[in-house]
């Protein structure tokens, strides 16, 4: 199986703020890494599929890049609306499809 | 509207069975494969399995955790996918979530998962 290894788990940050999420494969998975929010008691939201593709009506301050093992997620300037939870997930290779274990936005 | 709606969770206790269903409205069921995916409490997620759409055969594949004991099914007629779970465990105690994959006749899940319900929880437990 593919692991998917997030950091950090959590982070602090202010609105405003240029925040970072990288997203470590376990091997190659070539450009198919795929980002979600998940904003407590909700589903899970798709921002961005094959690495930098942003799904439509997702705002232009989220942005991914990488390929092969390495991939991050940034949020250019954050808003009160991006304190959730974001998890990475592969879809190079299944099953399974794995899952990060999560980065939680906090406010500081 | 493009939705899915999980429903079927509930009580159960170890090794009893529970099917849940997906019901989807708004986009051609058939031409999607359709996954599931859970989160137990306090959690990540966890991808349980996914059905291709028939034309790939209508085939699931499961996550090892799951193999044997859950089983994935469809019914494009009534636009409804199905999550069999048998031989429940405790540590399938979760929100499952119903998933349509991103994309049209796809034979896998490359893109990830577009559509989410709003879950369904089944609690296993005596």
């Known amino acids: 199986d593919i692991q998917m290894t997030q950091s950090p788990s959590s982070l602090s940050a202010s609105v405003g703020d240029r925040v970072t999420i990288t997203c470590r494969a376990s091997?190659?998975?070539?450009?198919?890494l795929n980002w979600y929010q998940q904003k407590p008691g909700k589903a899970p939201n798709l921002l961005i599929h094959?690495?930098?593709t942003l799904q439509s009506g997702v705002p232009s301050r989220f942005s991914g890049s990488g390929s092969g093992t390495a991939f991050t997620l940034t949020i250019s300037s954050l808003q009160p609306e991006d304190f959730a939870t974001y998890y990475c997930?592969?879809?190079?290779?299944?099953?399974?499809?794995?899952f990060g274990q999560g980065t939680k936005v906090e406010i500081k | 509207e493009v939705q899915v709606v999980e429903s079927g969770g509930g009580l159960v206790q170890p090794g009893r069975s529970l099917r849940l269903s997906c019901s989807a409205s708004?986009?051609?069921?058939?031409?999607?494969?359709m996954s599931w995916v859970r989160q137990a409490p306090g959690k990540g997620l966890e991808w349980v399995g996914f059905?291709?759409?028939?034309?790939?055969?209508?085939?699931?594949e499961y996550a090892a955790s799951v193999e044997g004991r859950f089983t994935i099914s469809r019914d494009d007629s009534k636009s409804i996918a199905y999550l069999q779970m048998n031989s429940l465990k405790t540590e399938d105690t979760a929100v499952y979530y119903c998933?349509?994959?991103?994309?049209?006749?796809?034979?896998?899940?490359?893109?990830?998962?577009?559509?989410w319900g709003q879950g369904t929880t089944v609690t296993v437990s005596s």
């Open positions: 998933t349509r994959g991103l994309g049209r006749f796809l034979e896998w899940l490359p893109y990830g998962m577009d559509i």
């Open positions: 708004g986009f051609s069921f058939g031409d999607y494969a």
């Open positions: 059905i291709r759409s028939k034309t790939y055969g209508g085939t699931p």
């Open positions: 091997q190659s998975i070539s450009k198919y």
């Open positions: 094959a690495a930098s």
């Open positions: 997930q592969q879809g190079y290779s299944a099953p399974p499809y794995t």
